[in-house]
T-cell receptor, first 116, second 116 residues
Framework: GALVYQYPRRTICKSGTSMRMECQAV??????VAWYRQSPQKTFELIAL?????????EQNFTQEKFPISHPNLSFSSMTVLNAYLEDRGLYLC????????????FGKGTRLTVV | AQKVTQTQTSISVMEKTTVTMDCVYE???????LFWYKQTASGEIVFLIR??????ENATVGHYSLNFQKPKSSIGLIITATQIEDSAVYFC?????????????FGKGTSLTVIP
């Protein structure tokens, strides 16, 4: 089956520091990877959508300078939260899909970021 | 503007009854996919069911079914014979096909509590 693993599951970082989170797709080719942040109120915010061999598209209010993303192959993506502050806390979810078979997006269990 | 709207913030139902959760969406694309996901207490997001915009028949998977009303841009989720373990937050989502990046949008979720 199609699985998406995210790590770390939880992380705490000091305000002003950076942290990197990873996303691994197993059982399918992650042609497209979307990174989301879910607020404590459960709202999903799309940060960026990355498609292999295409430019990464960032949504409004999110920038590459703040959330640099790497998507080097069809099974792996990473995102870094640079210079994290309180407003960056939340559950970061990686959703991946392939272009060929699955139309649905498969999600990892998320990386919960706490900023202190 | 919100592309996917779930107006019900929370619903409580008795076990073994049927519940319907509402979702309306907005798109200019002629082709799109609609999804329902469930987020458990652990944060895990599980794909439940999908409706392709070009299909007139309502999708059904197990005790989940959809009420797809294309002229109203509406895709309701119906859960029959609810069980305690159906208690979760349910998200409606849409993936547009015509746009180059095939963006994936979530609603804000409906929290379902099934009462024994």
């Amino acid at each position: 089956g199609a699985l998406v693993y995210q790590y770390p599951r939880r992380t705490i970082c000091k305000s002003g520091t950076s942290m990197r989170m990873e996303c691994q797709a197993v059982g399918f080719q992650a042609t497209s990877v979307a990174w989301y942040r879910q607020s404590p109120q459960k709202t999903f915010e799309l940060i960026a959508l990355s498609t292999v061999n295409s430019a990464i598209k960032y949504e409004q209010n999110f920038t590459q300078e703040k959330f640099p993303i790497s998507h080097p192959n069809l099974s792996f993506s990473s995102m870094t939260v640079l210079n994290a502050y309180l407003e960056d806390r939340g559950l970061y979810l990686c959703g991946a899909r392939d272009q060929g078979g699955h139309t649905e997006v498969f999600f990892g269990k998320g990386t919960r970021l706490t900023v202190v | 503007a919100q592309k996917v709207t779930q107006t019900q913030t929370s619903i409580s139902v008795m076990e073994k009854t049927t519940v319907t959760m509402d979702c309306v969406y907005e798109t200019q694309d002629s082709s799109y996919f609609l999804f329902w996901y469930k987020q458990t207490a652990s944060g895990e997001i599980v794909f439940l069911i999908r409706q392709d915009s070009y299909k007139k028949e309502n999708a059904t998977v197990g005790h989940y079914s959809l009420n797809f009303q294309k002229p109203k841009s509406s895709i309701g989720l119906i859960i029959t014979a609810t069980q305690i373990e159906d208690s979760a937050v349910y998200f409606c989502a849409m993936r547009e096909v015509d746009t180059g990046y095939q963006n994936f949008y979530f609603g804000k979720g409906t929290s379902l509590t099934v009462i024994p």
